[in-house]
């Protein structure tokens, strides 16, 4: 069974630039998670979907990040634009209904200059 | 206000011994805890789970403890190997929602 799929892994910005990240969960997960992990730090909730539906971004800073899971199953998230701080890991994980194990996607590594 | 603390940055043990990973959470309400295993450069990967019902779970060489009234959990690791060397992080969520997830502890597992 294939994993949680990110993409970039890598991304190099200028600040004020664009950036968004892609998802593609465990097939059959209809919950996705997106994460931020900032250097010695653990991985901290930015949202989480329900199949298509955003049931908790209460912790997505909504003037600069966005995000969506239009069919329900891949994600996008995006940033606009970009600051210094954003610099960190954005996680992507996944989980099916019944369950509370997440699992976790290798993530994008984002530096903004 | 961090609900789930983990207060050893690290850890190093010599390999064929016994790690022992602590983690203390202050938030009543949890009720199933995690344990995550992150290679550099690589997502966290699920290691070992406890429901909030028990205080003992086993899986192999990993065993993890909970002590509800003392709102602390371990993670042991018996016998140590190398390939155990990883940053672990400890994770907790309350009825299946959303993980809060600690700071994490570098193992080293010295050969």
């Known amino acids: 069974e294939a994993g949680v799929v990110q993409s970039p892994r890598y991304k190099i910005i200028e600040k004020k630039q664009p950036v968004a990240f892609w998802c593609n969960p465990i097939s059959g997960h209809n919950t996705l998670y997106w994460y931020l992990q900032n250097l010695g730090q653990g991985p901290e909730l930015l949202i989480r979907?329900?199949?298509?539906?955003?049931?908790?971004d209460s912790q997505l800073p909504k003037d600069r990040f966005s995000a969506e899971r239009l069919k329900g199953v891949d994600s996008t998230l995006k940033i606009q634009p970009a600051e210094l701080g954003d610099s960190a890991v954005y996680l992507c994980?996944?989980?099916?209904?019944?369950?509370?194990?997440?699992?976790f996607g290798p993530g994008t590594r984002l530096t903004v200059l | 206000d961090q609900q789930v603390k983990q207060n050893s940055p690290s850890l190093s043990v010599q390999e064929g011994r016994i790690s022992i990973l602590n983690c203390d959470y202050t938030n009543s309400m949890f009720d199933y805890f995690l344990w995550y295993k992150k290679y550099p450069a690589e997502g966290p990967t699920f290691l070992i789970s406890i429901s909030s019902i028990k205080d003992k779970n086993e899986d192999g060489r990993f065993t993890v403890f909970l002590n509800k009234s003392a709102k602390h959990l371990s993670l042991h690791i018996v016998p140590s190997q190398p390939g155990d060397s990883a940053v672990y992080f400890c994770?907790?969520?309350?009825?299946?929602?959303?993980?809060?997830f600690g700071t994490g502890t570098r193992l080293t597992v010295i050969p």
């Open positions: 979907y329900e199949n298509e539906e955003a049931v908790d």
């Open positions: 994770a907790a969520s309350a009825g299946a929602n959303n993980l809060f």
């Open positions: 994980a996944s989980q099916t209904g019944g369950t509370d194990t997440q699992y």
